[in-house]
């Protein structure tokens, strides 16, 4: 089932695409900024209990696969596995329909 997209919905698909990925940098440069800012105020006040690198671990988590997902590195998040499972599940519901008339 081959999908044939018009200039339309390519233009709409950047441009989803885009957003994306601004998207992705804007988490990043929050990631970055927030963590210097925690990281001052842990060496300022309490040097000797550092706790900042608990919200630089978990958060850099999340942006690491934020990044995945949008970069499509992680085949199972990728624009790829959205059109097969959109294929599988329209089909299913084809199968379905058909099953009851």
């Not at 044939?4 to 957003?19: H, I």
Request: charged fraction near 25%; charge should be positive.
């Amino acid at each position: 089932m081959e999908v044939n997209y018009n200039e339309e919905d390519k233009y709409y698909q950047a441009k989803k695409k885009v957003e994306s990925i601004k998207g992705f940098y804007g988490n990043l440069t929050s990631f970055l900024m927030v963590n210097t800012v925690l990281i001052f105020i842990n060496l300022y006040t309490s040097p000797e209990h550092l706790w900042f690198y608990w919200p630089l671990m978990w958060w850099g988590f999340g942006v690491v696969f934020h990044g995945l997902k949008v970069f499509e590195v992680f085949p199972v998040l990728g624009k790829g596995w959205e059109e097969r499972k959109i294929k599988e599940l329209m089909e299913k519901e084809k199968l379905n329909k058909n099953k009851w008339q």
